[in-house]
C-alpha cells in the first residue's frame, strides 16, 4: 500500500489497525533539518518501537506526536500526522484535548512535590471535578494497573518523592493513563532505572498494550527486541527501515539496519 495515499485510519494491515499515521513529515529547527520526510504508521494495541543512534530524531518526532514542542523557538515542520482521521497541527490549538487522548512518559521519572494520590489524580482533576472517594478509586484502580497499589496503599498521602526511582516510573505511568489516553508516548522510560526495575517496566508495557497503543523510544536493541511488535530504525532524521518487530531483527532488508543490529554503529 502507498503510505502517501493514506488519509484516514481504520486501514487494516499485517500489523493490524493503524492509530497514528505519519505522513511526509520534516521538521526543522531553524535552518538545520532534523526530521526528514518521513512516513510511517504506527498501530493500535501493539508496542510501536522507534530505535537508532543518539540524535537521530526519535525524541523530536516522539513529541510531535502530542505537540509538547509546540512552543520550541525556530521550530518548523511540513507534512501531516494523522489520528482520528485529523492533521493534529490543522486541529486547531486545543491541546489539552490532544493531550488527553496521547498522553507521555519521560525518560527521568517526573514526579510534582505532591502526595501519591495527588500525583496519579493530577490530570484528570483538570478534566473533572472529584470527590475524595473517586480520587481514592482513581488512584487505587491505576496503581494496580501498574502494580505499585500493594507497595504504596498504606501510604497515599506521604510525598511521591519518598518513592523509589523505579517505584516514581511506575507512579508517572499511573498519572498517565488515570486521564484514559489512547496512545502512551514512552521516551526512554527505563534508561534511568535498575534492572529489575527495568524488568518491571517492560512488562508492565506488554500488559498495558491491551489496553493502549504504546509508541516507545529506546536505543536499548534487546530491549526493543524483547517487547515491541512493529520496529522504525532512524538514522540522522530519515526511516532506514520499518516493519514487523519479528521482520526486521531477523531478515533486515537494509545494509545499514543490519550493520546497526548487529555493531550498534550506524553508517547512514
Ligand atoms: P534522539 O532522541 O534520537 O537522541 P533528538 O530528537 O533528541 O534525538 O535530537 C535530534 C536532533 O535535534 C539533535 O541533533 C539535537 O541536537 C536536535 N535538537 C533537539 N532538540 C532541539 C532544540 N530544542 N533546539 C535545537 N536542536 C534540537
Ligand atoms: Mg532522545
Same mark, same amino acid.
Given at each position: 500500500m502507498d503510505i502517501q495515499t493514506i488519509t484516514h485510519k481504520n486501514i487494516q494491515t499485517d500489523l493490524g489497525t493503524v492509530e497514528i499515521s505519519i505522513s511526509n513529515f520534516s521538521l526543522a529547527f531553524?535552518?538545520? *533539518?532534523?526530521?526528514?520526510?518521513?512516513?510511517?504508521?504506527?498501530?493500535?494495541?501493539?508496542?510501536?518501537?522507534?530505535?537508532?543512534?543518539?540524535?537521530?530524531?526519535k525524541s523530536t518526532l516522539l513529541r510531535c506526536m502530542n505537540r509538547i514542542n509546540n512552543t520550541t523557538e525556530g521550530i518548523t515542520t511540513k507534512g501531516a500526522i494523522l489520528f482520528n482521521s485529523k492533521d493534529i497541527f490543522k486541529d486547531n490549538n486545543d491541546?489539552?484535548? $490532544?493531550?488527553?487522548?496521547?498522553?507521555?512518559?519521560?525518560?527521568?521519572?517526573?514526579?510534582?512535590?505532591?502526595? =501519591?494520590?495527588?500525583?496519579?489524580?493530577?490530570?484528570?482533576?483538570?478534566? *473533572? *471535578? $472529584?470527590?475524595?472517594?473517586?480520587?481514592l478509586k482513581i488512584a487505587e484502580k491505576h496503581l494496580k494497573a501498574v502494580s505499585l497499589w500493594n507497595e504504596v496503599s498504606d501510604r497515599l498521602n506521604e510525598p511521591a518523592s519518598s518513592l523509589s526511582i523505579g517505584q516514581q516510573q511506575r507512579l508517572c505511568i499511573a498519572r498517565a493513563i488515570a486521564i484514559e489516553p489512547k496512545v502512551i508516548l514512552m521516551d526512554e522510560p527505563t534508561s534511568s532505572l535498575d534492572p529489575i526495575s527495568s524488568k518491571t517496566i517492560e512488562n508492565l508495557i506488554q500488559s498495558l498494550k491491551k489496553q493502549y497503543? =504504546? =509508541?516507545?523510544?529506546?536505543?536499548?536493541?534487546?530491549?526493543?527486541?524483547?517487547?515491541?511488535?512493529?520496529?522504525?530504525?532512524?538514522?540522522?532524521?530519515?526511516? =532506514?527501515?520499518?516493519?514487523?518487530?519479528? *521482520?526486521?531483527?531477523?531478515?533486515?532488508?537494509?545494509?545499514?539496519?543490519?550493520?546497526?543490529?548487529?555493531d550498534n554503529f550506524c553508517n547512514c
Amino acid at each position: 500500500m502507498d503510505i502517501q495515499t493514506i488519509t484516514h485510519k481504520n486501514i487494516q494491515t499485517d500489523l493490524g489497525t493503524v492509530e497514528i499515521s505519519i505522513s511526509n513529515f520534516s521538521l526543522a529547527f531553524h535552518a538545520t *533539518k532534523i526530521l526528514k520526510d518521513i512516513s510511517v504508521h504506527f498501530y493500535k494495541n501493539k508496542v510501536n518501537t522507534l530505535i537508532g543512534p543518539s540524535g537521530s530524531g526519535k525524541s523530536t518526532l516522539l513529541r510531535c506526536m502530542n505537540r509538547i514542542n509546540n512552543t520550541t523557538e525556530g521550530i518548523t515542520t511540513k507534512g501531516a500526522i494523522l489520528f482520528n482521521s485529523k492533521d493534529i497541527f490543522k486541529d486547531n490549538n486545543d491541546l489539552s484535548y $490532544l493531550r488527553k487522548d496521547i498522553g507521555m512518559v519521560f525518560q527521568r521519572p517526573c514526579v510534582f512535590p505532591k502526595s =501519591i494520590l495527588e500525583n496519579v489524580v493530577f490530570g484528570i482533576q483538570h478534566l *473533572k *471535578k $472529584l470527590s475524595k472517594t473517586d480520587k481514592l478509586k482513581i488512584a487505587e484502580k491505576h496503581l494496580k494497573a501498574v502494580s505499585l497499589w500493594n507497595e504504596v496503599s498504606d501510604r497515599l498521602n506521604e510525598p511521591a518523592s519518598s518513592l523509589s526511582i523505579g517505584q516514581q516510573q511506575r507512579l508517572c505511568i499511573a498519572r498517565a493513563i488515570a486521564i484514559e489516553p489512547k496512545v502512551i508516548l514512552m521516551d526512554e522510560p527505563t534508561s534511568s532505572l535498575d534492572p529489575i526495575s527495568s524488568k518491571t517496566i517492560e512488562n508492565l508495557i506488554q500488559s498495558l498494550k491491551k489496553q493502549y497503543t =504504546i =509508541i516507545l523510544v529506546t536505543h536499548n536493541i534487546s530491549q526493543a527486541q524483547r517487547i515491541s511488535d512493529q520496529v522504525t530504525f532512524i538514522c540522522e532524521g530519515n526511516i =532506514i527501515e520499518t516493519g514487523s518487530a519479528e *521482520k526486521l531483527f531477523n531478515h533486515p532488508e537494509k545494509i545499514q539496519t543490519k550493520t546497526y543490529l548487529s555493531d550498534n554503529f550506524c553508517n547512514c
